[in-house]
């Protein structure tokens, strides 16, 4: 006679207590692997109670199962033991957050979030900054070690998303002024969206320029393709390819070509990709999970490190916790921010 597993004894045990009255033939572990069915009878299960746990009840009904069905039953006399509870609706993966950077600036630029900030080169940008120029600004902040925008003067910016899956996921809002973009998709599933009053511009790896204003919005393609769908008017998709410029106003929309204006503008992204090379994939991937504080003595409990005063050469005076040195690179984080440092743009550190 075939011994029955000590473990699922027990089990085993305790159904018949709390099943006196059930028809079910005993388990026979002859059943595991055999192909033909067989007849018991099952307990409906009620709602389940405030607590969550589902209560058997008594009454019963036929059902047919497998033999091979009594494999679930071994792997529970293995040592698991469970309560059914109600199932949960799984939480929405919206992705890790990422961070940007500062790759190159001219003249007034300001993160505006919260207090205005100057900006300058390295520092780190998160989703959420609102960025600003001035007349004669211009900034370029690097998004990924593929991507790059520029925003020029008198334009105001929003970056509305940042964020990684599988891929990156990036969404921007011109709210005004102009914006040039230079995207190099890494993977196929990864997006990158430009909205503006009028029109949202879905890339598929492209340098093209985006202008807002209260009165019309204008996407041109540089090189590549570009998808726009206006928000007003005809609000079908437009597939715009090198050369290619759509104007949305109040009243419409208009689709032109104008290969030689692309041409003339190829040599400034051209600059923008220089930029973008001084911005390091590893050292903008350890800024990802940088923390802040409200004190200087939280920060340095945080990173269990000492604030040191760095003093570059440009004057800045900077307090903070130097997170980690790589690639001729400081990522430091302070009170105020968190910036990427080039080691040759620091006069000092005091320690």
Not at 47 to 56: A, I
Not at 71 to 83: C, P, S
Not at 180 to 194: G, I, M, R, T
Not at 231 to 259: C, F, R, S, Y
């Amino acid at each position: 006679m075939e011994r029955m597993n000590p473990e699922f004894q027990t089990f085993a045990e305790l159904l018949k207590k709390s099943l006196p009255n059930s028809k079910a033939p005993d388990f026979d572990p002859k059943w595991i692997g055999m192909s033909p069915r067989f007849s018991v009878e099952a307990n409906i299960m009620q709602s389940p109670t405030k607590d969550n746990v589902v209560q058997l009840s008594g009454s019963k009904n036929k059902v047919w199962f497998l033999a091979a069905a009594a494999i679930l039953f071994v792997g529970i006399g293995a040592g698991t033991y469970f309560t059914i509870f109600k199932k949960e609706a799984a939480p929405v993966a919206e992705g890790t957050l990422l961070k940007a950077a500062v790759v190159f600036v001219k003249g007034e630029a300001k993160n505006v979030k919260e207090a205005p900030v100057a900006l300058h080169l390295g520092d780190i940008l998160s989703e959420g900054d609102k960025i600003v120029t001035g007349k004669g600004g211009s900034i370029d902040i690097g998004l990924t070690d593929s991507s790059v925008i520029r925003l020029k003067e008198n334009s105001e910016l929003v970056l509305k998303s940042l964020r990684q899956t599988d891929a990156s996921q990036i969404r921007i809002s011109l709210m005004s002024g102009k914006i040039l973009n230079l995207v190099e998709k890494e993977k196929k599933n990864a997006n990158y969206f430009v909205d503006t009053p009028t029109v949202v511009a879905a890339v598929r790896g492209t340098s093209f320029e985006v202008n807002a204003s209260d009165k019309e919005s204008s996407v041109f393609v540089v090189e590549g393709a570009v998808e726009v769908t206006p928000l007003i008017h005809d609000k079908t998709e437009k597939a715009l390819i090198t050369g290619g410029l759509i104007i949305v106003t109040d009243e419409k929309v208009i689709v032109i070509e104008d290969t030689k204006r692309a041409k003339a503008e190829g040599p400034e992204y051209g600059d923008m990709r220089k930029n973008l090379s001084g911005l390091d994939k590893e050292v903008l991937a350890s800024t990802q999970n940088l923390k802040t504080a409200k004190t200087e003595q939280e920060l340095e409990e945080l990173y269990d490190k000492s604030i040191e005063h760095i003093i570059m050469k440009d004057g800045r005076d900077i307090r903070g916790v130097v997170v980690s040195q790589k690639k001729g690179k400081l990522i430091v984080q302070t009170l105020k921010g968190s910036y990427i440092l080039d080691e040759n743009s620091v006069e000092k550190i005091i320690y």
